[in-house]
């Protein structure tokens, strides 16, 4: 059974925090996964691939990451048909066009540059989970 739930792909500890907060400001009630490097990413979606892990119902996912890179990991969530479906949210620093690019030809949802403010950082992650886990379908 799916509970409203994230996976948090961040190795920025700073960062990590805050979507925390932001998280809990929305509903306290959320099932969160944080993985902290690309390997624990690719894990947890064998995990999911092979049936032993639920499938988030979202996937917050940063591009700089240690081990293997956000574009990787977007890439075997969207190349796997038990995985394809989960919305990916890429939630990166960069602003790079060719990241945004690559992120959508490999099938991200959506591209989302985090904001330096932490208000708008606070509101950001208040709108992706009030769409993703409460309206999106």
Not at 38 to 50: K, P, S
């Amino acid at each position: 059974m799916n509970k409203l739930n994230y996976v948090i792909v961040e190795d920025n500890r700073d960062d990590l925090e805050l979507i925390l907060d932001g998280i809990k400001k929305v509903d306290t009630s959320y099932e969160v996964t944080v993985l902290r490097d690309g390997r624990e990413a690719e894990n947890f979606v064998d995990e999911v691939i092979g049936g032993k892990q639920d499938a988030p119902k979202v996937i917050l996912l940063d591009l700089k990451l240690p081990m293997l890179s956000g574009l990787e990991i977007l890439e075997k969530v969207k190349s796997s048909e038990v995985t394809k479906c989960i919305p990916v949210v890429i939630f990166t620093s960069s602003q790079a066009q060719s990241d945004i690019t690559k992120a959508y030809e490999l099938g991200a949802n959506a591209f989302i540059v985090k904001p330096i403010d932490y208000n708008d950082f606070i509101k950001v992650i208040q709108n992706i989970g009030t769409f993703w886990l409460q309206y999106n379908e």
